[in-house]
């Protein structure tokens, strides 16, 4: 069993930034590949960013390419989001995710550890 934390999430002015955490536990995070994950009001949950689970390859929504950077520090069991250059319409719930089959495509409905969230909210 796997259980995520998120933290970091808030209210940013558009064009700023944001650094969201993910605190695991559990001894088989570090066997997974993990990831985030966000939905908007209204809409589906959809892909962000992963990382494979020995932090070698990442992947990337086109959306967030060359803004959003995911790292993972498995020493600390921790996974980050950094965030910049946010746009108001990224305003969302932010979801960790670990155990992500289908990379690098996974698909909300497989994922296999899901976090609680984190409302993060650009102003224009």
């Known amino acids: 069993q796997v259980q995520l934390v998120e933290s970091g999430g808030g209210l940013v002015q558009a064009g700023g930034s944001l650094r969201l955490s993910c605190a695991a536990s559990g001894r088989t995070f570090s066997r997974y590949a993990t990831g985030w994950f966000r939905q908007a009001p209204g809409k589906e949950r959809e892909f962000v960013a992963a990382m494979s689970w020995n932090g070698i390859s990442t992947y990337y929504a086109d959306s967030v390419k060359g803004r959003f950077t995911i790292s993972r520090d498995n020493a600390k069991n921790t996974v980050y989001l950094q965030m910049n250059s946010l746009k108001p319409e990224e305003t969302a719930v932010y979801y960790c995710?670990?155990?992500?089959?289908?990379?690098?495509?996974?698909?909300?409905?497989?994922?296999?550890?899901w976090g609680q969230g984190t409302q993060v909210t650009v102003s224009s």
């Open positions: 995710a670990a155990d992500l089959p289908g990379l690098p495509n996974p698909l909300p409905g497989n994922v296999g550890y």
